[in-house]
């Protein structure tokens, strides 16, 4: 492996790391600020409207060149929103600085990957994305865990004061801004020639309506995907607390989810990146997800089927990223990776940004209903994954004739 792959790897890891402290006490910190429930979906939302925005426009100016420079800057402005978050009570206020958090975000997020493109062979490419994905997954786990135990271990109590939550974010920020100098020296960027024509933030908007429409179906159908699921991802927060666990216990079971999303790209990964027809794998894999997650909600005994039947949803999740991203990197031009992969981000936040809002609603009106929503969501992501499918091979029968 590549010693660039190795530190993109390791990079990724601890960004998931610090990025994840502050979501498992988020659910806690509003309740313990009387904020309504359905503002956690608000705040979840504003975050993700900054990486519908920041996405494509840290991709097109990473591909200019000092993509370190970039992803640096883009953590330090996540750091300030995390603090404003924090620090600040008004809610409007509140919304605000996470837009600049996820506006922040969104330059190391989509640059990264781009990063890991760019320095892969086409045969090793969908393998570097794999590895990629375990890392930030892995290390969001660990972070989900950390958190929880910052903010009720006495011994860290003790030393941050993290019995007030406002200091696990200001923690979480200042372990970032020393992610974001450990980053600018540690990424090395290509050294491209000088191009005449430069694409402009403006013009890599407009070029999403230049895309393959076939390509503009698969990501509206990631949109989709998206939606059920971060509502599943951002809701299990709040529907531990109310079944009575701790944020410690939630953090356990995240962390295992981690180690299971590792363990599927280092050993499943490798081997369905072997088959052929990998869109029909992604077709499957909605399937089963919306038939699983229609079943685990609706169990007695929740926490047990949590940690069997669900960790097949994460097994298969983890493959689909992979699969995902290595068909839309396929649609990339080389040196353009970062506007693509910025393009990919902004499908994915827009799901980002609409799950959450419906979602704390749903919420508030019964629990059960986010989840049913998530199932209506995969369902809708088969069904124009069958489009894309029919679509490939109308287009693949007129190439032969």
């Known amino acids: 492996m590549k010693k660039t792959i190795v530190v993109v790897l390791f990079l990724y890891f601890v960004q998931g790391l610090i990025h994840n402290l502050g979501h ?5 910190f509003v309740e313990y600020r009387n904020i309504p429930d359905y503002m956690f979906g608000l705040f979840f939302a504003a975050m993700s409207l900054g990486l519908t925005i920041g996405g494509p426009i840290w991709g097109i ?9 970039y992803m640096s800057l883009g953590l330090v402005i996540y750091s300030i929103g995390q603090f404003g978050f924090a620090f600040f009570d008004d809610v409007y206020i509140m919304i605000l600085f996470r837009f600049i958090s996820g506006f922040g975000v969104s330059a190391s997020v989509t640059l990264l990957v781009a990063h890991v493109i760019e320095h892969s062979s086409k045969e090793r490419r969908g393998r570097n994305l794999g590895w990629t994905a375990a890392a930030f997954t892995l290390g969001a786990s660990i972070g989900y865990l950390v958190g929880g135990i910052v903010s009720e271990n006495q011994f860290f109590i ?10 696990v974010f200001y923690f979480q920020a200042i372990l970032n801004i020393v992610h974001a100098i450990v980053m600018f020296f540690l990424i090395k960027d290509v050294v491209r020639p000088v191009q005449e024509e430069k694409t402009t933030i403006i013009d890599g908007f407009k070029n999403i309506r230049k895309l393959n429409p076939t390509l503009i179906v698969f990501l509206i159908s990631l949109t989709f995907i998206n939606i059920g699921t971060i509502n599943i991802s951002k809701f299990m927060d709040v529907y531990f607390r109310d079944l009575g666990y701790s944020i410690t216990q939630l953090g356990t079971f995240v962390m295992i989810t981690g180690f299971v999303s590792l363990f599927t790209s280092i050993v499943i990964v490798p081997l369905i990146l072997l088959i052929k027809h990998q869109m029909n794998m992604m077709i499957i894999i909605q399937f089963i997800s ?3 997650i229609a079943i685990v909600f609706r169990s007695k005994e929740v926490l047990l089927i949590l940690y069997t039947v669900f960790m097949i949803y994460v097994v298969i999740k983890a493959i689909y990223i992979v699969l995902e991203q290595n068909y839309i990197a396929g649609h990339g031009k080389s040196g353009k990776y970062g506007e693509i992969m910025g393009v990919r981000q902004a499908f994915l936040a827009i799901g980002m940004v609409i799950g959450p809002i419906i979602g704390g609603f749903l919420y508030d009106l019964k629990p059960i209903y986010v989840f049913d929503f998530s199932v209506i969501m995969f369902t809708l992501g088969f069904v124009l994954l069958l489009i894309v499918r029919k679509r490939i091979i109308k287009e693949l029968n007129s190439i032969v004739k």
């Open 158 to 167: 003790n030393i941050l004061a993290t019995d007030d939550l406002r200091n």
């Open 24 to 28: 498992p006490v988020t659910p806690t």
């Open 290 to 292: 919306a038939i699983i």
């Open 61 to 69: 100016l990473g591909d200019r060149g000092n993509k370190r420079i």
